[in-house]
């Protein structure tokens, strides 16, 4: 997520690069930008997205095989690479010290080389940031955009991509966009890891918040200094995707409540929200066809609210009916039927006859020195290997304090590809709903 609106948490997004050496030499032969694009982002593509939820680790090789392989495969593969959420060079303080710089061309330098190290043939920095912005519209940087097969777009702060890229207020491409928008829908991947992923989203694109006032306070159009708040870009990101709302990070810092918030308020009926370290694979990017899959060491929760109902009671707000879906690697699911696929998954018997254990931070709260990622989660599975059929869990804070309600549907049973542990999780009913501050348990 944005530098702005990120989690008190560390973000695991960025990345340091072996220093800027041949930077200069690339920004050299760059000639004076032309007037800039006046073409209005339209989300029609036909190619592929690689889009990664943070935290994505330097050994992946399944995710970094996969973009790869959607690029060419190994010795064919050119991937252009937009850090242009970093930092720029000219805010880093370390920027002349290739062991601790923190900035755009370290960055695209440090993923580049990572692409080779994973098979590509080439792969290379787009010098486009905030130091550069006139390059987002020049014809030479366009030139090698077209000698791509495959993108890759950097963490950080995904506002810093609609400066850079989006010509800002005006939100029309500029010539560098429009050039991958090109590509992508004559058939190249698009990959990006937590901000490059977010920046990937359509309408309502989420620029930061955490779950609690969110659920509390509802979402904001905006983009805010204050990390807590709630905010969304109404016109989006670049509109790659078409299926759904995105997040990020998000059973590492909770975000399931401020997604389903965001939604309930936007009126979306899908949000996509990807663990770290795992990806959502979209073939037929952008276009009513769209399908995922899931690959990656954790999984993306499916948050479903065609069937849902929100609104504000003398006690909060609440949400009724939504359905929570979570997929791990090797599944895949159709947005337009609804429907998960998991051809290597076996249902399984609960196990446990025992209470399913009390979870007093469902959306693990920055303000719980002692709170667990992956909290709704672990709870959901926790019901799974239950032969309950109900489980509740409940905020942090207190005023108020919000309760989920997880229920299995009738038949239901998790799938594992272990044939011991539940792992994926199809279509619980999901509900929240707010205490009366003076009913809540004290701490």
Same mark, same amino acid.
Not at 37 to 47: E, F
Not at 267 to 295: P, W
């Given at each position: 997520?944005?530098?702005?609106?990120?989690?008190?948490?560390?973000?695991?997004?960025?990345?340091?690069?072996?220093?800027?050496?041949?930077?200069?030499?690339?920004?050299?032969?760059?000639?004076?930008?032309?007037? $800039?694009?006046?073409?209005? $982002?339209?989300?029609?593509?036909?190619?592929?997205?690689?889009?990664?939820?943070?935290?994505?680790?330097?050994?992946?090789?399944?995710?970094?095989?996969?973009?790869?392989?959607?690029?060419?495969?190994?010795?064919?593969?050119?991937?252009?690479?937009?850090?242009?959420?970093?930092?720029?060079?000219?805010?880093?303080?370390?920027?002349?010290?290739?062991?601790?710089?923190?900035?755009?061309?370290?960055?695209?330098?440090?993923?580049?080389?990572?692409?080779?190290?994973?098979?590509?043939?080439?792969?290379?920095?787009?010098?486009?940031?905030?130091?550069?912005?006139?390059?987002?519209?020049?014809?030479?940087?366009?030139?090698?955009?077209?000698?791509?097969?495959?993108?890759?777009?950097?963490?950080?702060?995904? %506002?810093?991509?609609?400066?850079?890229?989006?010509?800002?207020?005006?939100?029309?491409?500029?010539?560098?966009?429009?050039?991958?928008?090109?590509?992508?829908?004559?058939?190249?991947?698009?990959?990006?890891?937590?901000?490059?992923?977010?920046?990937?989203?359509?309408?309502?694109?989420?620029?930061?918040?955490?779950? %609690?006032?969110?659920?509390?306070?509802?979402?904001?159009?905006? %983009?805010? @200094? @204050?990390?807590?708040?709630?905010? %969304?870009?109404?016109?989006?990101?670049?509109?790659?995707?078409?299926?759904?709302?995105?997040?990020?990070?998000?059973?590492?810092?909770?975000?399931?409540?401020?997604?389903?918030?965001?939604?309930?308020?936007?009126?979306?009926?899908?949000?996509?929200?990807?663990?770290?370290?795992?990806?959502?694979?979209?073939?037929?990017?952008?276009?009513?066809?769209?399908?995922?899959?899931?690959?990656?060491?954790?999984?993306?929760?499916?948050?479903?609210?065609?069937?849902?109902?929100?609104? @504000?009671?003398?006690?909060?707000?609440?949400?009724?009916?939504?359905?929570?879906?979570?997929?791990?690697?090797?599944?895949?699911?159709?947005?337009?039927?609804?429907?998960?696929?998991?051809?290597?998954?076996?249902?399984?018997?609960?196990?446990?006859?025992?209470?399913?254990?009390?979870?007093?931070?469902?959306?693990?709260?920055?303000?719980?020195?002692?709170?667990?990622?992956?909290?709704?989660?672990?709870?959901?599975?926790?019901?799974?290997?239950?032969?309950?059929?109900?489980?509740?869990?409940?905020?942090?804070?207190?005023?108020?304090?919000?309760?989920?309600?997880?229920?299995?549907?009738?038949?239901?049973?998790?799938?594992?590809?272990?044939?011991?542990?539940?792992?994926?999780?199809?279509?619980?009913?999901?509900?929240? @709903?707010?205490?009366?501050?003076?009913?809540?348990?004290?701490?």
């Amino acid at each position: 997520m944005n530098a702005h609106a990120h989690s008190p948490r560390p973000s695991r997004g960025m990345r340091r690069g072996a220093g800027a050496a041949g930077i200069a030499v690339c920004l050299a032969v760059l000639g004076a930008a032309p007037a $800039p694009a006046s073409v209005t $982002p339209s989300g029609v593509g036909h190619g592929s997205l690689v889009l990664v939820g943070g935290g994505l680790k330097d050994d992946n090789t399944q995710v970094y095989g996969e973009i790869i392989r959607r690029a060419g495969g190994p010795g064919q593969a050119r991937i252009g690479v937009l850090t242009a959420a970093s930092v720029p060079a000219s805010q880093d303080p370390n920027a002349d010290d290739p062991d601790t710089c923190s900035n755009s061309a370290c960055n695209g330098a440090y993923y580049a080389d990572l692409f080779k190290r994973h098979g590509a043939a080439d792969a290379q920095w787009i010098p486009v940031d905030l130091d550069h912005i006139a390059n987002a519209d020049s014809d030479a940087v366009v030139a090698q955009i077209n000698s791509m097969t495959g993108f890759f777009f950097g963490g950080g702060d995904q %506002y810093r991509y609609v400066t850079s890229l989006l010509h800002g207020e005006q939100h029309t491409d500029s010539k560098v966009l429009a050039a991958i928008r090109a590509k992508l829908k004559a058939g190249a991947v698009v990959a990006g890891s937590s901000a490059g992923a977010q920046i990937a989203s359509g309408p309502d694109m989420l620029t930061g918040g955490d779950s %609690y006032p969110g659920l509390r306070d509802g979402s904001r159009p905006g %983009y805010f @200094d @204050d990390p807590t708040v709630l905010g %969304y870009l109404p016109r989006g990101g670049f509109g790659f995707l078409r299926s759904g709302l995105l997040d990020t990070h998000t059973g590492t810092n909770g975000r399931e409540g401020r997604s389903l918030r965001l939604a309930a308020d936007t009126g979306h009926d899908l949000v996509y929200a990807l663990d770290e370290d795992t990806a959502l694979v979209v073939d037929d990017a952008g276009s009513a066809r769209e399908r995922v899959k899931v690959i990656g060491s954790q999984g993306v929760s499916v948050l479903d609210l065609s069937g849902a109902h929100a609104g @504000d009671g003398p006690t909060g707000w609440h949400l009724h009916n939504a359905r929570y879906t979570y997929l791990t690697s090797g599944d895949s699911y159709d947005p337009r039927t609804g429907r998960a696929a998991t051809p290597d998954k076996h249902r399984l018997a609960p196990t446990s006859h025992a209470p399913v254990p009390p979870n007093t931070d469902v959306f693990y709260s920055p303000a719980n020195v002692e709170g667990t990622p992956y909290s709704l989660r672990g709870t959901a599975r926790a019901l799974a290997a239950s032969t309950r059929r109900t489980a509740t869990a409940t905020t942090y804070e207190n005023d108020p304090r919000f309760t989920v309600t997880l229920t299995e549907p009738r038949g239901f049973r998790p799938l594992s590809a272990d044939g011991r542990t539940p792992q994926t999780l199809l279509d619980l009913r999901l509900d929240i @709903d707010a205490d009366r501050p003076d009913s809540a348990a004290q701490r």
